[in-house]
């Protein structure tokens, strides 16, 4: 399969830890994207990369998250001291971003429970 | 006020029933996507939009620029179409998605 995948599918943490969560685009896809979906929701937009660089940021990404994407190919979301409020789904999203109409292919996203 | 707002939030149909799902945004936009989430989290995109109208297979997508509207139909509704739709836009010279909160579709048999 070549779709986007994501590591883990499932997190359960406690209060104060870090977490790390990886995304693995689709290979030829240069955007990446990472979304934060609760209960009930609909997605939230936390970040995106083109390539090795992050070009925007949402004010939901405190300090405590950081994303990487050190080679243009995966990329990481770290949080750290983990708070309840962060129990999320978290969705990697990818596209080839040649700008103008293009599509963004989702993964299966990493479920986090912080208890 | 959401920038994206879906209506309804809820839907309970029986199966064979026409279906529609309704979107309204609030800016300018260069694409509207239909997204439809499994159970268990996964999203794949239905249509991709900016104007007219597009079909696939039951599934028929419309959008209206100038209302800033846009539907989401399903012929003949069967059971296996439950799940959660949302619309996303992607407003002009933006890269990032802006979702609605999405409509849980229940077709029983």
């Known amino acids: 399969d070549t779709g986007v995948s994501q590591d883990p599918r499932h997190k359960i943490t406690k209060r104060g830890q870090n977490v790390t969560f990886r995304c693995d685009p689709i290979?030829?896809?240069?955007?990446l994207y990472w979304y934060r979906q609760t209960l009930g929701q609909g997605p939230e937009f936390l970040t995106y990369?083109?390539?090795?660089?992050?070009?925007?940021k949402s004010r939901l990404l405190s300090d405590r998250f950081s994303a990487e994407r050190p080679k243009g190919s995966f990329s990481t979301l770290e949080i750290q001291r983990t708070e309840q409020g962060d129990s999320a789904m978290y969705l990697c999203a990818s596209s080839l971003g040649a700008g103008g109409f293009y599509e963004q292919y989702f993964g299966p996203g990493t479920r986090l429970t912080v208890t | 006020k959401n920038e994206v707002e879906q209506s309804p939030q809820n839907l309970t149909a029986q199966e064979g029933e026409f279906i529609t799902i309704n979107c309204s945004y609030s800016?300018?936009?260069?694409?509207l996507h239909w997204l439809q989430q499994h159970p268990g989290g996964g999203i794949v995109s239905l249509f991709m939009?900016?104007?007219g109208k597009k079909k696939h297979g039951r599934l028929i997508a419309t959008i209206n620029i100038q209302e800033k509207h846009s539907s989401l139909h399903i012929t003949a509704s069967h059971p296996r179409d439950s799940a959660v739709y949302i619309c996303a836009v992607r407003s002009q010279g933006a890269q990032k998605l802006v979702f609605g909160q999405g409509t849980r579709l229940t077709i029983n048999p």
């Open positions: 990369f083109q390539n090795e660089a992050q070009l925007e």
């Open positions: 800016v300018g936009i260069s694409a």
């Open positions: 290979s030829e896809h240069n955007r």
């Open positions: 939009l900016s104007s």
